[in-house]
């Protein structure tokens, strides 16, 4: 097989969601500054995970990006020794209960536990909640250029820490910290190898960053307080000429090949995992823009919350596993393929949304994936 017609296919997705969860009412309880502004109606998220603090329980950001390679590991037909590269795209590199790591590499580590053979070609990439999209960006290419057969992208998020800083600090429901208490805590890991059949490939993954918006959501240590804070200005991010920078960016993309969105066919498109109304929001923009009903949106956000850089992983592992109990209708009426349930030979869309601001969208047929 040639470089040119060398392709990736997803060949397994594991994860991992502690067992802890947290409602809006529990929220509430620990935020005296939310008053009486609704989560759920706002976001559209009902509960989400929350990692044990004890370090015993290996629920830190490591222990949970371990978890869900193993489970990745379990569902593959590779063996950690046959990987060649591993790839973490952490955003929370917490490990020993709260230290936060920037060296040695959460993916040196990673691959060590895991059995990887000595020496195996691993490093972190870091880009905010678009950081396992970028980690498959880059394996999808190393494979395409023969550099590599086979590899591990995984992530583990503690989210909620920033959640724990919000709940002291903000003020009401338009404070910047605000949009911290969407989060969750959880672990995905994916395994890209050569695609042989064009019925399990990714036909494409393209990735776009304009770094004006990169202010607008922002992740630092709290101006209050010791803790980890999130600070976003919800409504810019939000805003409609924001929104339109995929379908555009998308749009660009497929016309340099001749191609419209409509003859892409996708069965199923999942966005990054922000709330409900986003996600709506989200898909009623790209209609107009593309002129072309959506297909059905796969989320996940009402039980998990905003999972940060797993979350398009994490909603697709679910939906393989039939437990997405209600895949939106985006407005396509005719040819939609059953929700909820897998089907062979689907046509996903992934798109992400990330601080920077970071969109793009990957494009894969997905038949045989081991989950």
């Known amino acids: 097989m040639s470089t040119t017609e060398r392709r990736s296919r997803i060949e397994a997705i594991g994860a991992f969601l502690p067992a802890g969860s947290q409602t809006n009412e529990e929220i509430r ?47 593959s037909r590779h063996r950690a020794a046959d990987l060649d590269v591993v790839i973490s795209a952490s955003i929370t590199r917490v490990k020993d209960g709260s230290r936060f790591h920037f060296e040695p590499s959460f993916a040196g580590m990673l ?23 970028t980690g498959v960006w880059l394996l999808d290419r190393m494979i395409r250029s023969g550099a590599v057969r086979s590899g591990m992208v995984v992530s583990g998020e503690q989210a909620t820490r920033v959640a724990r800083t919000a709940a002291r600090e903000l003020t009401d429901s338009y404070d910047p910290q605000f949009a911290s208490l969407s989060v969750g805590d ?23 960053t304009c770094s004006e918006y990169s202010h607008l959501c922002m992740g630092m240590p709290s101006d209050r307080s010791q803790g ?48 409900t109304r986003f996600i709506d929001y989200v898909n009623q923009t790209a209609e107009a823009e593309f002129g072309s009903p959506m297909p059905a949106s796969l989320q996940v956000v009402e039980r998990f919350g905003n999972t940060a850089t797993t979350s398009h992983f994490l909603t697709l592992r679910e939906h393989l596993r039939g437990n997405v109990p209600s895949a939106r209708d985006g407005g396509r009426s005719e040819g939609a393929r059953s929700e909820g349930a897998r089907s062979e030979g689907a046509r996903y869309l ?22």
């Open 29 to 75: 309880a620990e935020a005296p500054g939310l008053g009486d502004a609704d989560v759920e109606r706002i976001t559209g998220i009902a509960e989400r995970r929350v990692h044990d603090p004890d370090p015993a329980a290996g629920e830190d950001s490591f222990g949970m990006a371990l978890a869900a390679a193993r489970d990745c590991l379990a569902a």
């Open 186 to 208: 959880s672990a995905a890991a994916v395994i890209l190898d050569e695609s042989t059949d064009p019925a399990d490939r990714i036909h494409y993954i393209e990735l776009m």
């Open 350 to 371: 992934m798109v992400p949304a990330a601080s920077g601001v970071v969109t793009g969208a990957l494009s894969a047929t997905i038949t045989n994936t081991g989950v």
């Open 228 to 275: 980890i804070s999130l600070y976003t200005d919800n409504k810019k991010m939000h805003d409609r000429d924001r929104l339109k920078l995929w379908p555009r960016f998308h749009e660009d993309f497929l016309a340099k090949n001749g191609r419209r969105f409509a003859d892409e066919e996708f069965d199923y498109v999942i966005h990054h995992q922000v709330g």
């Open 111 to 133: 691959a060590r536990e895991l059995g990887a053979r000595p020496g195996v070609l691993s490093f972190d990439v870091s880009n905010a909640c678009a950081g396992m999209m």
